[in-house]
């Protein structure tokens, strides 16, 4: 069980938006910034927000961030199938079960 | 061009230690933070320890006790010692690089090293 909540999947169809959303508590999201990364099949996971609404260098602006309280949300527009990945939250998490980074349990984005 | 190198996977027994390696280049590893994350087959992300540029450590109540993150900025290298391991820490795992934000991300990634534990 994740400490932050994501969807399982989400889908729509190329040239469309999805958003995914990230669910936390006051001791995670509430109080700290959140990241967003991709992960596509068989390769390791790239960061593509940061600082709940940031885009490294490279990452198009299709892909946006923002938060609200103990929720995140990662928008992508104009969807490609090159987009289809997993997609995970993470943040720190100041309690004192968590007490360290966490992510949410990923969510497979298809593009139908 | 940032690159993360890991190596020092395999296959281990129950109980048994392993030390992983991360081989930095790139970037002047000495002004980052590094993480090391892991990843069981099918399964998600999971932070597994972190160690600041001042040799400040930290890990989550799952490893505390029994991994040891480390680093030699005179070799660009990090470290991950694993002591006691069982099935559970059976993962791929990757070295990473805190953006230096202040908000632990990581912005460059390893391809990442198999560790299985089984007998």
């Known amino acids: 069980q994740s400490v932050l909540t994501q969807p399982p999947s989400v889908s729509a169809a190329p040239g469309q938006k999805v958003t995914i959303s990230c669910s936390g508590s006051?001791?995670?999201?509430?109080?700290?910034?959140v990241s967003w990364y991709q992960q596509l099949p068989g390769t390791a996971p790239k960061l593509l927000i940061y600082?709940?609404?940031k885009r490294p260098s490279g990452i198009p602006d299709r892909f946006s961030g923002s938060k609200s309280g103990t929720s995140a949300t990662l928008g992508i527009t104009g969807l490609q199938t090159g987009d289809e990945a997993d997609y995970y939250c993470?943040?720190?998490?100041?309690?004192?079960?968590?007490?360290?980074?966490?992510f949410g349990g990923g969510t497979k984005l298809t593009v139908l | 061009e940032v690159q993360l190198v890991e190596s020092g996977g395999g296959l281990v027994q129950p109980g048994g230690s392993l030390r992983l390696s991360c081989a930095a280049s790139?970037?002047?590893?000495?002004?980052?933070?590094m993480h090391w994350v892991r990843q069981a087959t099918g399964k998600g992300l999971e932070w597994v320890s972190a160690?600041?540029?001042?040799?400040?450590?930290y890990y989550p109540g799952s490893v505390k006790g029994r991994f040891t993150i480390s680093r030699e900025n005179a070799k660009n290298s990090l470290y991950l010692q694993m002591n006691s391991l069982r099935a559970g820490d059976t993962a791929v795992y990757y070295c990473?690089?805190?953006?230096?934000?202040?908000?632990?991300?990581?912005?460059?990634w390893g391809q990442g090293t198999l560790v299985t534990v089984s007998s």
């Open positions: 790139g970037f002047t590893f000495s002004s980052y933070d």
């Open positions: 993470g943040t720190w998490d100041s309690s004192l079960s968590a007490g360290g980074v966490v």
């Open positions: 160690i600041g540029t001042a040799g400040d450590t």
């Open positions: 600082d709940n609404n």
């Open positions: 990473a690089r805190d953006t230096g934000s202040g908000s632990m991300a990581f912005d460059y």
């Open positions: 006051s001791s995670n999201i509430g109080n700290n910034y």
